[in-house]
C-alpha cells in the first residue's frame, strides 16, 4: 500500500501558495544581504517549486527526521541555498537566528549546504552536477533495498533539483544515462531552467536540446512553467507514478523573481542577481514589492506558517499511517526487520574472515578479489561497483558470489557503471547518503585522477565508501605513462594528512604490501564507517613476506616486518609491491654486515594516529631511514625525515614490460643495495 500526499487546487490555495513561495524569496534577499554574500537570483526563481513540493509532496516524519522511510530531496545547486533554508525553517528546522548567520562563523546555514539529516539536509552541495548524482544512487539504493526488504518498507520517492549550470557539467550526462537505463522510476528530478548563469546567458554557451536528451535517454519529460503554482502541483502529481521511467520536469522560471531595481522597474532575468547582493535601493525595493519589512524583512508571514503548520499535521497523519504498515511487516519479517535495524544503524556489519586463506606470491589485487568474495557472500546490504574494468580490478570477486544490479531486477549487488569514474563514484555516494547501503566502487589508480572532486566530497560528508584501486605503479607496462600511476598516490595521501571534523583521517588510505597484508587491510577497511577507505592494489604477483611475519601490525598503519634486526643500521621503509623489493635487497646488505630493520607503511595515516611511543618504537629519533616508493619521493619524505633518503619516480614513467621498468627505473634488490651502500657511506 502507498499512501499518496494530499493536493490543494483551489484558486485561494494558489494565492497563497503564491504568497508562501514570494516569503521564501523575501526571506533570500534578506539572508544574501545581511551576509553581504551569496546568490539571490537563482534561489528566488525557485521558491515555486520548493514550496510546492515541501508543503504538499515531501513525505517526512516532522517528529522523526531519520526514519528510513521519508521521501529524500537533493539539492544540486548549493549556491541555491537560501532556498532551501528558508523553507526548512518554515518547517520548524531552523530558527530566525539561525538564518540570520548565513555564511558566518561556525553558523548552521553555511553557504552551501553541508549533511544534517537531523536538520532536513540529506547532501553536502556544491560542485554542480553532484548532487543531483547523489540522488540517481540514492534512487537505485531505494530500488535495491525494496528488493531485498519489500515494498512495504521502501516505497518512498528521491527528489533532486538541478540548474543550467549543473545540467551542463558533464557528470550530468553519465547520472542521465544511468538513471534511465536502469529505468529508476522512484527517481523526481526538477530542471530549473532560467536561461541564466554566472557570467553569461545559457545560449551563449549551448543550444542543445535537453528535453531531447533526456527522452533518448529513456526519462519522462514534462516541461512547465515553473513558476506557475498549478502546473508545478500536476507535473509532480504525474510524477508520483513508476512505470519504470525517472521523471524530469523541465520548468522554465524567471531568475530574481520578484526582484526590483533602484528606480523600481523589474530586476527580474539579470545575470547580475546570480551571484551577488542585490544592494541598496535594489534591496529595498525588492523587500517591498514582496511584501516585506524593510526594518525587518525576517519574518515568516502568519498565513505561511500556518501553512507549513498544517502540513507537518497532515504528515502526522500520512507517517502514523506508514508506522502502522512497517510494524506490521516487522511483526511478520522479524528477520528481515533485523537486518533493516542493523543495515541502517550506520554500524560496521559482522563478517567472519577466519575463512580465508591466501595463496603465496599473488597480485594484491587477487587478494582483495578473494576478500570481495567473502564480503558478497557475508555483506547483503553491500554494493560494489566497477567502471567497466571489473575483470581487471578483479572487483569480479564480488560479481561471481552476487549479480549484477540490473534493470527490472534489483536484486543484484554489483553494478557495472560502465566507463564512467566520476558518476560511478558520485551515485555510490548516494547510496550511501540514502542509508542502508554499504558502497564500493574499483578502477585503475591512473583512473583516480577522474573520481578526484568526489573523493573529496565523500571526505567532507564522512561518506565510508569503499575505494578498490588496481595497477597501482608504474608497473602497469606497456601500456605507458598515460596508464601508470605516479603522483596519484601522493595526491590521495594529502587528503589522508587532513582530519575530519571528529579528527579522522579524511580518507583512510591502504596499500598493502602483499596478500595477508590485503586480507587485514580489508578487514580494516570494512570496520570504518566514518571515513572513505582507498584500498591501493597490484596489478603484477608480488612477494610474499617472510614466513612468521605478523600481520596483526597492519592494524597500526606502519609495523617492523618479521626477520628484521632489533640493533640496526639502517631502516628501509616502504609500501605496497616495494616491501618485497626491500625484503630481497636486505638479502645483499646483510652479506656485507649491514644490520637492517624493514619498515611496511600500508597506511602513513594510521601510524600517524599511534601513540608517539609506538612510533618512535618503530622509527627511533635519529635513525638512517631509506625509502623505496614507486610514487613521488613525497610519499615518504616525511617517514624518512630531513636525514632520510627516497627512491623514488620523478617522471610519468615509460612504456615497457614491468621487469624491464624495474631493472630501468631502479626497483630492484640491487638497486636498492647500491642506494643504500651510498647513503650509508655518505
Known amino acids: 500500500m502507498q499512501l499518496k500526499p494530499a493536493y490543494r487546487n483551489n484558486m485561494n490555495d494558489n494565492k497563497l501558495m503564491l504568497r508562501a513561495a514570494d516569503n521564501i524569496r523575501l ?11 551569496g546568490h539571490p537570483g537563482g534561489a528566488m526563481g525557485g521558491a515555486d517549486f520548493i514550496n510546492v513540493l515541501f508543503t504538499e509532496f515531501l513525505v517526512f516524519d516532522p517528529d522523526q527526521p531519520t526514519w528510513e522511510g521519508r521521501d529524500r530531496f ?9 532556498m532551501l533554508y528558508a523553507a526548512l525553517t518554515m518547517q520548524g528546522k531552523f530558527t530566525m537566528d539561525d538564518i540570520k548567520q548565513f555564511r558566518q562563523w561556525q553558523s548552521r546555514t553555511p553557504g552551501h549546504p553541508e549533511r544534517n539529516i537531523e536538520l532536513g539536509i540529506e547532501n553536502t552541495s556544491g560542485p554542480l552536477g553532484q548532487g543531483h548524482t547523489y540522488a540517481v544512487g540514492a534512487a537505485m539504493a ?21 540548474s543550467d549550470g549543473g545540467i551542463q557539467e558533464e557528470i550530468s550526462q553519465g547520472a542521465g544515462r544511468m538513471a534511465g537505463y536502469f529505468g529508476l522510476g522512484n527517481l523526481i528530478m526538477f530542471y530549473d531552467s532560467n536561461d541564466i548563469q554566472l557570467s553569461t546567458a ?65 530586476y527580474e532575468c539579470c545575470t547580475a542577481t546570480h551571484g551577488a547582493p542585490l544592494g541598496g535601493d535594489a534591496y529595498v525595493n525588492t523587500i517591498k514589492n514582496l511584501g516585506g519589512d524593510i526594518d525587518n524583512p525576517f519574518v515568516i508571514f502568519p498565513e505561511v506558517q500556518e501553512l507549513y503548520d498544517k502540513r507537518n499535521d497532515e504528515l502526522r497523519t500520512i507517517v502514523a499511517k506508514r508506522h ?30 577466519s575463512s580465508i586463506t591466501q595463496k603465496r606470491d599473488i597480485p594484491t589485487r587477487g587478494a582483495s578479489s578473494v576478500c570481495l568474495s567473502l564480503l558478497a557472500e557475508q555483506v547483503g546490504n553491500m554494493m560494489c561497483s566497477s567502471a567497466d574494468l571489473s575483470n581487471s ?20 549487488g554489483f553494478l557495472n557503471a560502465g566507463v564512467s569514474e ?16 554499504i558502497p564500493s566502487c574499483g578502477t585503475f589508480f591512473v583512473f583516480s585522477d577522474y573520481m578526484k572532486p568526489a573523493i573529496r566530497m565523500a571526505a567532507l560528508m564522512e561518506v565510508p565508501i569503499k575505494f578498490i584501486w588496481s595497477h597501482d605503479a608504474f608497473r602497469v607496462g606497456e601500456d605507458g605513462p598515460t596508464h601508470e600511476p605516479v603522483e596519484q598516490e601522493a595526491q590521495i595521501r594529502l587528503l589522508e594528512k587532513m582530519k575530519n571534523h571528529k579528527g579522522d583521517d579524511s580518507v583512510r588510505v591502504f596499500r598493502p604490501a602483499d596478500a595477508d597484508e590485503t586480507t587485514v587491510c580489508w578487514q580494516m577497511a570494512m570496520e570504518n564507517m566514518s571515513t572513505p577507505t582507498a584500498m591501493i592494489c597490484s596489478r603484477q604477483n608480488v612477494a610474499s613476506l617472510p ?35 626491500l625484503v630481497a635487497g636486505a638479502e645483499l646488505l646483510r652479506k656485507d654486515g649491514i644490520k637492517l630493520r624493514i619498515v611496511s607503511v600500508p597506511s602513513e595515516g594510521l601510524f600517524r594516529r599511534q601513540p608517539k611511543e609506538y612510533q618512535e618504537s618503530i622509527l627511533p629519533a635519529g635513525s638512517r631511514i631509506f625509502g623505496l616508493t614507486a610514487g613521488l619521493p613525497v610519499n615518504l619524505e616525511t617517514l624518512v625525515g630531513i636525514n632520510g633518503k627516497v627512491w623514488g619516480m620523478t617522471s610519468f614513467g615509460y612504456s615497457a614490460p614491468f621487469k624491464v621498468l624495474d631493472e630501468k627505473l631502479g626497483f630492484t634488490a640491487e638497486n636498492v643495495y647500491k642506494q643504500v651502500k651510498e647513503y650509508i657511506n655518505s
Open 74 to 82: 537533493y539539492l544540486d545547486p548549493g549556491h541555491m541555498s537560501p
Open 324 to 353: 502502522e504498515i512497517e510494524k506490521a511487516w516487522a511483526d511478520a519479517n522479524p528477520e528481515k526487520a533485523q537486518l533493516m535495524k542493523k543495515w541502517f544503524s550506520g554500524e560496521a556489519p559482522e563478517i567472519d574472515w
Open 142 to 162: 531505494e530500488k535495491m533495498l525494496e528488493a531485498r526488504l519489500g515494498h512495504e518498507m521502501m516505497q518512498h520517492k528521491i527528489y533532486a533539483y538541478i
Open 547 to 581: 614466513e612468521g611475519n605478523d600481520y596483526s601490525g597492519v592494524r597500526r598503519g606502519a609495523y617492523i616486518v618479521a626477520g628484521s634486526d632489533d640493533d640496526f643500521d639502517v631502516i628501509l621503509l616502504a609500501s605496497g609491491s616495494e616491501v618485497s623489493t
Open 202 to 266: 545559457c545560449d551563449e554557451v549551448s543550444d542543445e536540446d535537453i528535453a531531447m536528451k533526456y527522452k533518448a535517454w529513456h526519462w519522462n519529460v514534462l516541461e512547465i512553467d515553473g513558476n506557475d503554482t498549478e502546473q508545478i502541483r500536476q507535473a509532480l502529481k504525474q510524477a508520483q507514478h513508476d512505470n519504470g521511467r525517472p521523471w524530469i520536469i523541465i520548468g522554465k522560471t524567471i531568475m530574481g523573481k520578484g526582484a526590483r531595481r533602484a528606480d523600481n522597474t523589474s
Open 393 to 412: 580490478d578483479k572487483t569480479d570477486g564480488f560479481l561471481k558470489k552476487s549479480k549484477a544490479f540490473a534493470p527490472g531486477d534489483f536484486s543484484g
Open 422 to 437: 566520476l558518476t560511478m563514484a558520485c551515485v555510490c555516494i548516494g547510496m550511501y547518503l540514502h542509508g542502508g547501503v
Open 27 to 37: 526571506l533570500t534577499a534578506a539572508m544574501v544581504e545581511k551576509a553581504k554574500s
